[in-house]
């Protein structure tokens, strides 16, 4: 018999039916694609808003400390000259706050209570208010004398409305003739109007890009005062950064201007496209009910439209077997190649996965292992990251449908999750650099403040007055008199000295980073001259040997050379920075400079006996901002450019830098540059 006729009418209901579930797994697919689209933006756009987040939260750090350094300053000052009068403490306030507009006030209290204020004029009623008998304000002012460090308070409602931010600082008298803290004098106080204090800082010009909120928080986390911006950024989801003051807590808050977008900037373009690859999909499976031809021209257009998309995709029947995938998925799985077929069981799949090592499953739990993923199929609506043996990091997504069809789309993440990884990379690099920048200006800054400080109340000094005693004598002892002097004078000069050293070390660091700026600009050049190596090793012998001697290091200088093409600054620079690592990372031995020629060059070699390096991290030790070792750089200082710098400044010179190493047994940093060939003629140096 042969085979019964459709109807016109069950064939049409058919048609519909298979339109209908068709057209639900597309747009299930479309919906879930879109939503990977829009994750991926959105997650994209949060890490671009830290970034800049954390910029503008550095600021306000910046500002808040600068402060805190000016009313310790101010504290300093009083305790040299207790006795000032108030013209003299506003003479000194206005040293160090005039001009600063987000200043409403600062108060000094002796005994706890206010005498003295700047500015005098509308601050006049805080005059006298005894912070002893002022509970809403004693906790503070105790805690900062017990710590005895500048306090931030805030935010504080003003008298004058809106609010302000308080930093208070203990003033403790000196004693004569020792550097600890004597008695309690009192305290000094300043208060900052936060409007102000924000608008200098810049953060209203964010105001085009951002929605940003800044809040005090309770213990718990939660908001506790809105300080700047408007509260109901924080329900909309926002990127969160914390800050810690001593004496409260404030949380920043931001999101773009008028909150996340809702969709992708694409999605019309993306569900176009996939309304379109649906119709197709749809008016094909319309074909395959009245002919085998159309059936099989459905085929080829569906697959065409799989093969044309980036990402992996398979579809396994309700059974678990595989019956579409295309190239993209066949690539991501290329061990198990031979496994992929029409047909092939998921369970087989899975299996032969484990089999070569596709994924990483402990020994032992991998039958375990493919029974969760089975469990798991046709589940993950969400998807999930997995890394392959293959290098690859790879999204899953699985799908559904009514039909118990399962739509499974693979996602290749790989260079997103690197761009992102080496954002992150880039981020702490820098931000570790600022901080190690910070410290290591602020070291010889603080030596040099200090000295200046120290000389500045000369008269305290014990040499000053043992030498004033003898002079008032009158039974001068000339022998003794000249003894005072000269340990008065080895007093000043050994502080002169060390104040030297330092601004030698400032200014080290300043020419490092504009060489740097030029170098990164594009515009360092060299004017090269003939140098007598001699002298180049002597020029450098001189300023480290002592550094070296210090430490009990062997020192040593040969020179078998004579004369190079160089710019003798950029040169000696060169050799002070490879010399200075030399000494700083070796504790025993020796370090050795050389210097000699070889064919055209000559050869300045700088070996120590010190930690040395691993052969791993060889290749990063001239990239810029690296440190092989944070801890081992905090203890021995250093801003993480200088052999990025020697090395372009070589290059600059006809020259370069490379290195040898052993972990435990020492470096060998080797310098060439031209030698000098007398019948040829200069030639100019360049980046």
Known sequence: MGRALRSPKSTKIITAIALLIATAMLVLASMEIERLIYRNYLQDLKLDTTIELIEIREEIEEAVVESTLKIQDLAFSIASHPGMDQATYERAAAGVFGGN??????????????RYIYPREGNE??????????????????EAVETKSAQVAGPVDLVQGGL????????????????????????????????????????????????VFVASVGPDGTVD???????????????????????????????????????????????????????????????????????????????NAIQAMDSGFAMYDPDGRLTAFNVAYVTIYQPIESHISRGARYEDLVRAGVQCRLVDVPEGEEEQWVQDQLAAFGKDTKGHIRRFSTGRSIKSVDLRTESGDVVCMRIDVTELNEAKAQAEAANRAKTGFLSTLSHELRTPMTVIYGVARFLQNADHLQPVRALAQKIRDPRRDADAMERSLDELVSTLSSKVELQTRSCDRLMFLIDELLDYAAIDAGTL??????????????????????????KNLVFEVQCEAEDVWAEFTHARQILLNLVGNAIKFTDAGNVRISARPVGETVEFAVSDSGVGIR?????????????????????????????????????????????????????????????VQYEQTPFEGKR
Not at 101 to 114: E, F, R, T
Not at 289 to 297: A, D, V, W
């Open 101 to 114: 507009k987000a200043v409403l006030n600062v108060a000094a209290a002796p005994g706890l209570v206010i």
């Open 125 to 142: 009623a805080a005059i006298g208010l005894d912070y002893n008998t002022t509970p809403s304000q004693l906790p503070e002012v105790m």
């Open 164 to 211: 302000g931010i308080i930093m208070r600082q203990p003033v403790f008298l000196r004693n004569s003739g020792n550097d600890g803290a004597g008695a309690l004098w009192g305290i000094v106080s300043l208060v900052l109007d936060i409007e102000t204090f924000f608008a200098d800082i810049g953060l209203h010009d964010t105001a085009d890009t951002l929605d």
């Open 225 to 303: 005062r809105a300080i700047y911006g408007d509260p109901a950024i924080a329900d909309r989801d926002p990127v969160r950064l914390e800050f810690d003051f001593s004496g409260g807590d404030w949380v920043m808050m931001a999101t773009t201007a008028g909150g996340w977008p809702k969709v992708s900037p694409t999605y019309l373009r993306d569900y176009g496209l996939m309304g379109l690859v649906g119709l197709l999909i749809l008016g094909t499976l319309g074909y395959l009910i009245y002919s085998s031809e159309s059936r099989r021209l459905a085929q080829r257009r569906f697959a």
């Open 525 to 550: 050049r060299a004017n090269l001259q003939p140098c007598t190596v001699r002298e180049l090793l002597d020029a450098v012998s001189e300023q480290m040997r002592p550094l070296a001697e210090n």
């Open 615 to 675: 052969a791993e991290d060889l290749a990063s030790v001239f990239r810029p901002f690296h440190q092989l070792d944070a801890t081992d750089i905090r203890k021995h200082g250093g801003t993480g450019i200088g052999l990025t710098v020697s090395r372009e400044l070589a290059r600059a010179q006809g020259g370069d830098i490379r290195v040898e190493s052993s972990p435990g047994i020492g470096s060998t940093f080797t310098f060439t540059l031209k030698a």
